[in-house]
């Protein structure tokens, strides 16, 4: 696609032109392209002839390939990242000249520096017309100018673009900012959008204060000043002010004459621009889109709206002015004069979130002899402090005091949205659930809270105000306070107003509560509520729901293995309880149940089964053996006991806990179900799999018919029952019914649930069961894959998943992946879990096996002899895996030779086998098997 004219074929021409220059230089390619026209040639060029969805890569390899290329050499083009790069090293590739033109100070990399580059920067316009011809070698101007090309220039009017620099004939443009930076693409979209429009362009540029919106504006009428023959900077902040300010440039263009009435020289100047094009209006800082409307002219011509308020969509095109980049922020500082290093230019602009402004103040304070880890601790002491500081002389005030004369404004005039804003100031800078809050507020809740929040349809209204100051990004019925806004906010509340403040955001947390974070139903508004509940501070919460919200935080984060920044709040919270109601109060037990757990999930097994045995003797005191809260903890602190390996107490106390369960609850109540398949699961492990598998039989055919079987609790028990069927040979029923649970979960739970993904990882050792090991190897794979990223990689499901991936790798001969993925999950799962966990000894186990399959038997011999110590030590002698350990010991002894203590070894395993399992165990006579092979070795 051209310009002009049809394209010519058999290879390259010298009157085909590709003009190639960075998105930011759009000015001076259209000027350039203009005058190549004019001069006779074909032009290709990116913004006129390749319209959205075409291929960058295929249009700019066919421009190469039929003509030259032009390139127009300024800073931004030799930006790494830019596609100009792709272009000219294309050009260089194929052995073809580049004719290259200079449009501002530069210097190109090394390899392009051989190339003469002429100058077009700096000269009057018919200079640089004439450079720019001697430079391609086009023939002579012709005698009438060719037809526009179908692009943007055909649009506005005129008789061409004026050479890019040059000034509108009248102008009332405030000085240009010499240091701004950044922002190409966005002036770039803005060039397009105003020279696209077929009806008057009108482009209303918002965001929050500071953020550069009057900066981008100038920049764009100065970066585009040549395609104006008009620029006029309207101060649009009082609507009482703009027809004088019109009046001054109807009395410019001669439309009226000097001390017309202004009304009447704007009805005359909005007429004339209506018949005009090539105009550029700007209204800085309007604040009301109905205030402004009888001042836009239509017509051909661009209108650029700077302002806080983003509801401009009937009158303008709403252009989201958002934060720099974080290339941008560090430039920003360095064009400010801040000598700093690129990593402490990075931790400022991070910490100064990416704003324009603060950057500024910020440069300016290190310009004043602050060392950037001096600034940085300064911020951290008081950002509103800092944010006071190093207000730019264009700036009207500081950022902390645009934010404070914002909120003020607000208060003023709605209060109620004020009170929200400063609520939302205490929580996280996430989006909050703010619509979803309405007419669920706590009954304690303070007159003006409940002002703001009476119904869905007012707290509409609340959001709208908010939005209309720009304080904060409005979305969906959410809110989010940019972090730099609430920490100015929040360092400004005098201390009756943080303790409103605190009150509120309590509230609002209670509020937005969306339901237990075991039902998969609410786990897409917790991950919104989640960063608010664990931002609030435990010590200033009232309220028990308050603190309950919090809890339920804390136990959602520890069901997706994040129990570290878990443990850390519910100390805290629980510190806070005991010091401030007391050890007996209801939710300093419910915070200490809840800590137990981060306990044990942290690996503290000894501190979690000391505050569960605590926190069950209180609860029996106070509300006796079989209270409900009493019988919880009871459960609890079985758990705990069998993570330190007191299995026979653990027993005792849950077989003791379910019968009072079914005594005073009934057998049918979920509780007590619950209860029944975490026994199950102990006395598996303790070798007692019939009474594991009759329990869980039983269980399981209760709540399917009792809570149905798509319901979690259900699914548990199903996933249990399969491992226990494996078990016991049953190997068909396991697989069936592993399947089926593994379909309802992905239906119910989603496929990329914790328990969905442990099922999926339990029927993978099923297909192995039955011989289908590709098939496993699939699935495992699979599964730990989707675990490393839902989960985390040093999650205790995602490093079961891959201890198994690595024995069925070895099932299919991929022996060195199977040995490398085992050396490197037992070494995560030594640091996260402990050595002595029974996950880490199990992997540890397997690896022994790995290591002698390579002919590694030292070594394979030196793992299972401390594998084994540590279950003797932790499970005891007649565990299941402590005699599965004995065996793969038996077995590394005698592949060292070593067969008198392999002998030994194997006898003494099944004496207790078949004492403890008996006689028809499978792995009984699996073992008696193995022993009369190695008699018959030896020759007895």
């Known amino acids: 696609m051209m310009g002009t004219g049809a394209g010519a074929s058999g290879g390259m021409s010298d009157t085909v032109w590709f003009i190639s220059h960075a998105g930011a230089d759009r000015a001076w390619a259209e000027w350039a392209a203009w005058q190549l026209l004019d001069a006779g040639h074909e032009v290709e060029l990116d913004c006129w002839d390749w319209g959205a969805g075409d291929s960058f890569i295929a249009k700019m390899n066919s421009a190469l390939e039929r003509g030259r290329m032009l390139a127009l050499y300024s800073p931004a083009y030799f930006d790494p990242e830019r596609f100009t790069t792709l272009e000219w090293e294309a050009m260089l590739a194929m052995r073809e000249r580049i004719t290259p033109v200079r449009i501002a100070e530069t210097a190109p990399p090394p390899v392009l520096r051989p190339l003469i580059a002429a100058d077009l920067f700096g000269l009057h316009e018919q200079d640089a017309r004439e450079v720019l011809l001697r430079a391609v070698k086009g023939p002579t101007r012709p005698d009438r100018a060719p037809s526009r090309p179908p692009g943007m220039l055909s649009r506005i009017g005129g008789t061409g673009p004026r050479l890019p620099g040059s000034l509108p004939r009248v102008r009332n443009l405030p000085a240009r900012n010499a240091a701004f930076t950044g922002r190409d693409s966005l002036l770039v979209h803005l060039r397009e959008a105003l020279a696209a429009e077929q009806r008057v362009a009108v482009q209303a540029l918002h965001g929050r204060g500071g953020v550069g919106k009057t900066q981008l504006a100038l920049e764009y009428a100065y970066r585009f000043a040549g395609e104006y023959e008009y620029a006029w900077w309207i101060a649009a902040e009082d609507p009482a002010l703009i027809p004088g300010q019109l009046a001054g440039l109807a009395a410019r263009m001669n439309v009226v004459s000097a001390g017309a009435p202004p009304a009447d020289a704007v009805e005359l100047l909005l007429g004339e621009l209506g018949a005009m094009s090539r105009w550029l209006l700007v209204f800085d800082n309007a604040e009301e889109p109905t205030a402004l409307a ?62 324009p402004l603060a950057l500024v103040q910020a440069a300016a304070l290190l310009r004043r002899g602050l060392s950037a880890a001096d600034l940085e601790a300064e911020l951290a002491r008081s950002m509103r402090e800092v944010l006071e500081e190093g207000c730019p002389d264009d700036y009207p005030v500081s950022l902390a005091a645009q934010v404070r004369l914002t909120l003020t404004r607000l208060d003023t005039d709605q209060p109620a949205a004020a009170a929200v ?7 996280a800078p996430e989006p909050f659930p703010l619509t979803s809050c309405a007419g669920r507020l706590p009954e304690q809740t303070s007159p003006l809270l409940k002002e703001a929040l009476p119904s869905r349809l007012g707290a509409g209204g609340v959001v709208e105000a908010i939005a209309r100051h720009s304080l904060a990004r409005t979305q969906n019925g959410t809110v989010q306070l940019h972090r730099l806004t609430q920490a100015v906010v929040a360092d400004q509340l005098t201390p009756p107003q943080r303790q409103d403040a605190v009150r509120h955001a309590e509230a609002l947390l209670t509020a937005a509560y969306p339901g237990t974070p075991a039902d998969p139903r609410w786990w897409p508004a917790w991950e919104v509520l989640l960063p608010h509940a664990l931002a609030v501070d435990p010590a200033c919460l009232t309220t028990s729901w308050g603190r309950y919200v919090v809890l339920q935080a804390c136990w959602y984060l520890m069901d997706r293995g994040q129990a570290h920044p878990a443990r850390e709040r519910l100390q805290r919270l629980y510190d806070t309880c005991l010091e401030q109601l007391g050890p007996d109060d209801d939710d300093t037990l419910r915070a200490a149940h809840n800590l137990a757990r981060a306990y044990d999930d942290t690996q503290e097994h000894e501190r979690a089964r000391a505050l569960d045995e605590e926190t069950l003797a209180r609860r029996r005191r106070l509300h006796g053996d079989h209270d409900p809260d009493t019988l919880n903890s009871a459960r609890n602190l079985a758990v705990r006991l069998w993570s330190l390996g007191q299995h026979e107490e653990a027993l005792i106390l849950d077989e003791k806990t379910l019968e009072a369960r079914r005594r005073v609850r009934g057998a049918d109540h979920p509780e007590t179900l619950r209860t029944a398949t975490g026994l199950a699961v102990e006395l598996a492990d303790a070798g007692r799999v019939e009474e594991a598998l009759a329990l869980e039989e039983e269980t399981l055919g209760v709540q399917r018919r009792v809570l149905g079987v798509e319901h979690p609790d259900t699914l548990v028990t199903a996933s249990n029952l399969a491992v226990r069927l494996a078990g016991v040979g049953r190997v068909e029923e396991a697989l069936a019914l592993c399947e089926e649970t593994l379909g309802v979960r992905r239906r119910v739970l989603g496929a990329e649930h914790p328990d969905t993904l442990a099922t999926a990882s339990n029927l993978a050792n099923r297909l192995a069961d039955v011989g289908r090991l590709e098939e496993a190897v699939t699935l495992c794979e699979e599964t730990v894959g989707v675990q490393r990223r839902v989960l985390g990689p ?28 085992g050396e490197e999950t037992l070494g995560v799962q030594r640091r996260v879990l402990g050595a002595e966990h029974p996950g880490t000894l199990l992997t540890a186990s397997n690896l022994a096996n790995r290591l002698a399959d390579v002919g590694r038997v030292e070594e394979a011999l030196a793992l299972c002899e401390e594998t084994l110590g540590v279950r003797r030590r932790v499970l005891g002698v007649e565990h299941p895996d402590t005699l599965r350990t004995a065996n793969n010991l038996a077995v590394s002894l005698r592949d060292a030779g070593r067969v008198e203590e392999a002998l030994a070894l194997g006898e003494e395993t099944l004496e207790v086998r078949r004492r403890v399992l008996g006689e028809d165990d499978v792995e009984t006579r699996r073992t008696a098997r193995w022993l009369e092979e190695l008699r018959r070795e030896r020759g007895e």
């Open 294 to 355: 009888p001042f836009l002219p239509g017509g051909p011509g661009h209108v650029l709206i700077t302002s806080r308020n983003p509801n401009w969509r009937a009158r303008a095109v709403p252009v989201d002015v958002d934060t720099l980049t974080r290339t941008e922020s560090v430039a920003l500082l360095r064009e400010q004069g801040a000598r700093v290093s690129d990593a402490e230019a990075g931790r400022l602009a991070r910490l100064l979130d990416d704003l």
């Open 421 to 427: 804003l400063t609520a939302l100031a205490l929580l």
């Open 794 to 821: 040093e999650h205790p499901d995602t490093l079961r998943t891959a201890s198994n991936l690595a024995v069925r790798l070895a099932g299919v001969g991929r022996v060195e992946e199977a040995l490398a993925l």
